[in-house]
């Protein structure tokens, strides 16, 4: 949430985005790739959970995301875990 709120100067001035003034840069990047990891491990937990048939009645958010996007999907240049992670993070923002 800090983040989110932060002045980056490089959003003013583009130049200077190489000095990464004040860190944010790389704050950003590393709070992006912690989120992808708790994401992954989401998805993967889901993925066990729908080969083990333990989705019986209960179904969420994911759950639907992996039952409609398939890895044949030409839908972008992304594959479909990044598709369904991407929603997923989008939807219960």
């Known amino acids: 949430m800090d ?3 932060a002045f980056v100067v490089s959003d003013a ?3 200077l985005r190489w000095l990464d003034l004040g860190g944010y ?3 950003m990047k590393k709070t992006a790739n912690e989120l992808d990891q708790v994401l992954e491990g989401w998805l993967q937990e889901h993925k066990q959970r729908n080969i083990s048939g333990e989705v019986k009645g209960h179904s ?3 759950d639907v995301m992996l039952s409609n996007v398939t890895v044949d ?3 972008s240049s992304y ?3 990044t598709i369904t992670k991407a929603t997923c993070l ?3 923002r």
């Open 3 to 5: 983040l989110s709120g």
């Open 13 to 15: 001035l583009p130049y």
């Open 25 to 27: 840069e790389r704050a």
């Open 60 to 62: 969420d958010f994911m």
């Open 73 to 75: 999907d030409k839908t």
């Open 79 to 81: 594959d479909a875990d």
């Open 90 to 92: 989008v939807r219960f």
